[in-house]
């Protein structure tokens, strides 16, 4: 029986390169959590009177934007790792290339997540078309930014959160990619269709038939808790694309 068992479950055991774009967004999500916490103590004399379960659901509503924003960011990367001349199971310099596009891509949104800290203290607002008025200025916004905020310490931040994810990936692909076992045409195929599916389902953020909307994450009577719901990346690029 327990035979039987270990050959089906070696059946289904999904591909590497699902399985390590699978480990990605859930470390990804983790740290897009952690600036949400970081948010969360920034402005914690804004929390007074807010219900714990409020709070908990700003987090799991963020979560859903988090989500979004994550989906847009893997999904082109998944599908090229799964072309048959990139292939990153098993093609090292491809895999090396799309580990880096990712850190790449990641640590952007790590160092737009701290502006975003910031920029609603300024602006009482998430990120927004407005932090896009002034890059025309970039002598101005450099000054403002190093005669107001504590700009050091969020580049040391931001240096630390990269480097650890960085560590992360370079060890999740290196334990993943290093099993090498024989895995089904049949078998990656349904798992590609299955994440891919998941992936824009993420994207959109819901079931229904219109797309995830930031009204969603004004769910309370306090704005505070409203907008810790939201995510800085995702109302820039929203207000970007309108």
């Not at 070696?10 to 990804?28: C, D, G, K, Q, Y």
């Not at 989906?71 to 880096?100: E, G, V």
């Not at 040391?156 to 650890?164: H, N, R, S």
């Not at 994440?195 to 038939?209: K, S």
């Amino acid at each position: 029986m327990n035979r039987r068992c270990d050959q089906f479950l070696n059946l289904i055991r999904p591909p590497r390169t699902a399985l390590f774009f699978v480990v990605l967004f859930a470390e990804s999500a983790f740290f897009l959590s952690l600036f949400r916490l970081g948010f969360l103590l920034r402005y914690s004399n804004l929390t007074a009177g807010i219900p714990t379960v409020t709070l908990l659901g700003s987090f799991l509503i963020g979560a859903r934007f988090d989500a979004v924003v994550l989906s847009y960011l893997f999904i082109p990367l998944f599908i090229l790792s799964h072309l048959p001349f990139i292939s990153i199971d098993r093609l090292k310099l491809s895999r090396l290339i799309i580990q880096w596009l990712i850190l790449l891509f990641l640590s952007l949104i790590f160092f737009l997540s701290l502006v975003d800290i910031e920029y609603y203290g300024e602006f009482g607002t998430r990120l927004s078309h407005w932090a896009l008025e002034y890059l025309d200025r970039p002598d101005m916004v450099w000054y403002a930014m190093w005669s107001n905020y504590p700009v050091t310490l969020y580049l040391l931040v931001w240096g630390a959160m990269t480097l650890t994810f960085s560590f992360l990936l370079l060890k999740t692909g290196k334990k993943i990619f290093l099993r090498r076992r024989k895995e089904s045409v049949v078998l990656r195929l349904a798992y590609f269709i299955l994440i891919l599916a998941l992936l824009f389902l993420g994207a959109r953020g819901r079931w229904q038939l219109a797309p995830i909307d930031w009204g969603l994450a004004y769910f309370s009577s306090n704005g505070f808790a409203n907008q810790l719901a939201l995510n800085g990346i995702y109302t820039l690029g929203r207000c970007w694309w309108e």
